[in-house]
């Protein structure tokens, strides 16, 4: 049974592209994403002049209600157990369930096969799940 959310919004970005770090141009060992704030005397990026490369502020921050909201509608909770997933039983209409990296395919198939019949989605169901044939 698919879960769909309880309220999908539009999720609306104010800035997608990342903020350049000022003078990664001109090294190539300075990744250009490695965003760090200028804490020079006389930077023109820290002094915001016009022309100067974006400097993150809380203006960019995305609207509360969207915030960490995955494309689907639902925002996600990391799970490792079935007694975690038991927690978003009330919850799933709102949050889904993302099986923690480290669990193990035994106990990820219990993971799995719980969230159903709790109706909570779970956003990578099928990692780390071979069938017989393959094995």
Do not use: C
């Not at 990342?18 to 090294?27: E, M, S």
């Not at 925002?75 to 480290?102: D, F, I, P």
């Amino acid at each position: 049974m698919a879960v769909s959310p309880l309220v999908k919004r539009t999720i609306v970005k104010k800035r997608t592209k990342k903020f350049a770090r000022h003078q990664a141009d001109l090294f190539l060992r300075i990744s250009r994403t490695s965003w760090r704030k200028p804490k020079g005397i006389d930077g023109r990026v820290r002094r915001r002049f016009k022309g100067a490369l974006p400097m993150p502020s809380i203006g960019y921050g995305s609207n509360k209600k969207t915030r960490n909201t995955l494309p689907d509608g639902f925002k996600t909770v990391v799970v490792y157990n079935v007694k975690e997933l038991e927690m978003l039983m009330m919850h799933n209409r709102t949050y889904s369930a993302t099986v923690g990296h480290s669990v193990s395919s035994r106990l990820r198939r219990a993971i799995v096969e719980r969230a159903e019949q709790l109706a909570v989605r779970v956003t990578n169901a099928n990692a780390k799940v071979r069938s017989e044939e393959d094995a």
